[in-house]
């Protein structure tokens, strides 16, 4: 029988030489962690660094957008109405795709589809990863009291995580969105992109943290049943020593699998939300927001959906694929 | 060895003991008393072996010890103290004196931290500054149980589980405890290994003058570091006293039945009177009438059903026996059960 499922693999990968032999002495022995274990067999996995390597660059790309537009040399909301033709599309093949344009140009508006691409990543995955992160402390925080202390706050949380499943997402967001727009914002003011992007994380908080928050308690429950829980109490740890030093390194690991599979989620609920036209608006790039405006042009410029659609699809794969790859690294049991 | 260490207040002293678990059954719920009703007392560097098969409580009895569980009733003193019902921060002061062995080196250690860590959190958690700082006392530490101390920095997974057993016992004995409970520190582990830890925990015993409790299942392993012997059946103890009594001349037909229960290769072809107990253990769920070792007893009378015999001394001895018709004189051979005696 074994500790944990990082275990076998462990002992299996350490040669029989090297598992617990007394070796010479006055060498200093430092052992490998877990997480170091698990580190190198996420770097042996071709999958995972190929799915790594494309969102590290997804990131960079991000990040990096005014640095792209300086280079690039055109602005997101610059309008090239000289390329279009009378029919308000894009002039040339493929969308306009040019040496200046490299996915070429929007129809009617005329703007650059790459550089709006660019800050589009940037919305994207500023959501997402705001959104991410948000859920996923709250469901820790939650799954952790509710698993750890039991009782009627276990009770407690467990009905309100059921009452938040129970909730029609889309429903949801499609009713609060606006609502919570007008409630701030007169109908015909222009509501900042700011504001927008905070409530559609806030969509994204009410309702994600409830998975976090079931994986959790369960890991917890699960947890405070083993002996060094019970140890480390009879030693007479206090309860943050207990929480954060012996139960929270050993549930990291679903943690940031939750995490790397939540992300990819909240990028296409977002672009959904800005599709159906309550997430993002316009002037904002945004990649739900081009793809609807695209719909409108699906046979007259197929290539104004082809970039974006692509981005997109190769963004959530790449996020899956190495969510996943993180979860056999971390828990080598799990193999098919 | 004589047992009777000079000073008169037993270090431990546990009366009525119990505990009940509510065991949810549809809309009701039912009582399950895993232990009830347990009264012992240790003395200081004295062992006192806990022995039941599984499911007889000894367990649950060791984790209400070292306050691991709260005891439904009874009450327990260490060092003269009511620690019963001590929570939170007066516990502390007893989590240096009372530490316990728990029985699956497996489980009990954490994975995430490396074996030089483990050792240390309960010296950081007592604020206990050793001279030599804390990293030399972990390393001491290793070598009392037998580690190499360069295996500060590894982890629990590069250790074989005879190994991790050590690092176990090296964590209790960080805080330079007065008593360990050990909760079968030697079952999960395999018997050549046993033997190795068996000796360790005895070699400990007779340097630091520990006292133990020492919880097993397994007679002959009981037999090797104990000065008085407990047997407990159904939450209850039947028979106790000192070990050479309990071995030799036990009277509680349970404990006659343990005993001869224990395997020996020498004498395994001819017929040595092994006890076959026949029936099932009476339900821990409801209230036995009588005496709880009934249902299996081959003496069992009409008054067993009645009448719950006291756990009271016999032939003026200091043997106690819960049973209307004890075992008289010698019944098991002294050759039955193998094993050393404790020396010292």
Request: aromatic share 8%; proline share 7%.
């Amino acid at each position: 029988m074994s500790l944990s499922p990082v275990e076998d693999i462990a002992l299996s990968e350490f040669s029989p030489g090297t598992v617990a032999e007394p070796a010479a002495p006055g060498s200093g022995f430092v052992g490998r962690s877990p997480g170091q274990l698990a580190w190198a067999r996420l770097r042996r996995d071709r999958v995972a660094m190929v799915s790594g390597g494309v969102l590290v660059f997804f990131f960079l790309v991000a990040l990096a957008a005014p640095l792209i537009q300086w280079a690039y040399g055109t602005d997101p909301q610059q309008q090239f109405q000289d390329s279009l033709d009378l029919y308000g599309m894009p002039l040339g093949y493929a969308g306009g795709v040019t040496g200046s344009h490299w996915f070429g140009l929007e129809p009617s508006l005329g703007r650059d589809i790459f550089i709006r691409m660019v800050y589009g990543l940037r919305t994207s995955l500023f959501i997402a990863l705001a959104a991410g992160v948000i859920t996923t402390v709250i469901g820790v925080l939650a799954g952790v009291l509710a698993g750890y202390a039991g009782g009627w706050l276990d009770a407690v949380i467990g009905w309100v995580t059921d009452f938040a499943l129970a909730m029609p997402f889309l429903i949801v967001a499609l009713a609060l969105v606006p609502t919570v727009s007008l409630r701030f914002y007169g109908p015909r003011e222009a509501v900042p992109s700011s504001f927008r992007v905070a409530v559609l994380i806030t969509v994204f908080a009410l309702f994600g943290w409830t998975s976090a928050a079931r994986l959790v308690r369960g890991q917890v429950v699960s947890l405070r049943e083993r002996e060094f829980i019970e140890a480390a109490r009879a030693s007479g740890v206090s309860t943050a020593h207990m929480l954060f030093r012996q139960v929270l390194p050993n549930i990291w690991a679903p943690i940031l699998v939750s995490f790397s599979l939540a992300v990819p989620s909240y990028v296409t609920g977002e672009a959904v939300l800005s599709f159906l036209g309550v997430g993002i608006v316009d002037p904002t790039p945004d990649f739900g927001a081009m793809i609807f405006r695209s719909i409108h042009y699906l046979q007259t410029d197929p290539t104004y959906v082809f970039f974006p659609g692509v981005t997109i699809f190769i963004l959530v794969l790449a996020f899956n694929l190495f969510g996943d790859a993180v979860r056999d690294a971390l828990d080598p049991r799990s193999n098919r | 060895m004589s047992t009777d260490p000079p000073n008169a207040v037993p270090l431990l002293a546990v009366q009525g003991l119990a505990k009940h678990f509510p065991v949810r059954e549809g809309f009701g719920s039912r009582i399950l008393r895993a232990v009830d009703g347990v009264d012992f007392e240790v003395r200081a560097g004295e062992t006192l072996g806990l022995v039941g098969e599984s499911g007889c409580g000894k367990t649950t009895t060791g984790r209400m010890l070292v306050r691991l569980l709260e005891p439904t009733a009874g009450r327990i003193r260490f060092d003269g103290r009511d620690i019963t019902h001590l929570r939170g921060r007066a516990l502390r002061p007893l989590r240096r004196e009372l530490q316990i062995i728990f029985q699956d080196p497996y489980s009990s250690l954490n994975p995430r931290h490396t074996v030089g860590k483990i050792i240390a959190i309960p010296l950081q958690a007592n604020g206990i500054r050793p001279p030599g700082g804390i990293r030399n006392r972990v390393r001491e530490l290793l070598e009392i149980v037998g580690l190499n101390p360069e295996h500060y920095n590894r982890y629990p997974h590069e250790f074989s589980g005879g190994q991790r057993q050590r690092v176990g016992i090296a964590r209790a004995l960080a805080v330079q405890p007065r008593l360990v409970v050990a909760d079968e520190p030697v079952s999960a582990l395999d018997v050549s290994i046993q033997a190795q830890v068996v000796n360790l925990l005895r070699g400990l015993q007779r340097d630091l003058g520990l006292g133990f409790v020492f919880i097993a299942h397994d007679l002959a392993v009981v037999r090797h570091l104990s000065h008085r012997v407990a047997v407990m059946y159904l939450g209850k103890i039947v028979e106790t006293g000192a070990r050479a009594d309990i071995y030799q001349r036990p009277q509680h037909p349970y404990t006659r039945a343990l005993l001869s229960a224990v395997p020996d290769i020498e004498r395994s072809r001819e017929d040595r009177g092994r006890i076959r107990l026949e029936g099932d253990v009476a339900s821990p769920l409801e209230a036995v009438s009588g005496c709880p070792f009934r249902s299996r007893c081959w003496k069992a009378r009409d008054r067993c059903a009645v009448e719950e015999p006291a756990l009271v001394a016999r032939e003026g001895r200091e043997q106690l026996v819960a049973c209307h018709f004890p075992e008289p004189a010698p019944a098991v051979s002294t050759e039955e059960v193998r094993g050393e005696p404790v020396a010292g």
